[in-house]
């Protein structure tokens, strides 16, 4: 049986490739947390406008039969908002899984190559940087989609609460009116 040297190519090759599939372990890893970190945060945020909107409606409730189309087309808005963000985080969940699944068919194919690991050592190693630096600018993507998205949200559910206050505010005055009449 043949020794190696640290200077064999094999043994470079090798080590090098095992560094690259550790990258992207911890790039996969990172890119997870990231999106967790993401899922946290908007289901914050809709918490928060939750408690908000329930606040608003113990205000409204003298108000609630004048209110009652205004509510179903709200209701019917946030419903859409909700099923398009829903099918966004589908399609992203579907991306980061096509993106697992051929890292795992790389990963086979190297395994399955291990003879020819020699005349395809660099071909190989520079594929694998390409793909974690695609890993990074994906992973960089999608935390600038998220924080988007969250603001979005925030965004939207300050002017519906102002406008539900406003709503309010001219029901009450109109309501005021007309008793005073």
């Given at each position: ?10 043994l ?39 408690d ?8 409204a409730q ?21 099923a ?5 985080v ?34 190989e ?13 994906e ?43």
């Amino acid at each position: 049986m043949k020794q190696y040297t640290d200077s064999d190519p094999l043994l470079a090759a090798q080590s090098e490739i095992q560094n690259l599939k550790d990258t992207i372990v911890a790039l996969r890893e990172r890119l997870e947390s990231l999106q967790f970190e993401a899922q946290e945060q908007a289901q914050k945020t809709v918490a928060n406008n939750h408690d908000e909107m329930k606040q608003l409606r113990e205000t409204a409730q003298a108000l609630r039969d004048e209110l009652d189309n205004l509510a179903h087309e709200k209701g019917r808005a946030v419903q859409e908002a909700m099923a398009g963000h829903r099918d966004e985080v589908v399609q992203l969940t579907q991306t980061a899984q096509a993106l697992r699944d051929e890292l795992d068919n790389l990963n086979h194919e190297k395994n399955t190559a291990v003879q020819e690991v020699l005349q395809q050592s660099r071909q190989e190693i520079t594929q694998l940087k390409q793909t974690a630096q695609a890993l990074r600018d994906e992973l960089d993507s999608v935390k600038f989609g998220y924080d988007g998205k969250i603001e979005e949200i925030q965004r939207a559910a300050r002017d519906d609460s102002r406008q539900l206050q406003e709503t309010i505010a001219a029901l009450r005055d109109e309501l005021e009116t007309r008793s005073g009449k």
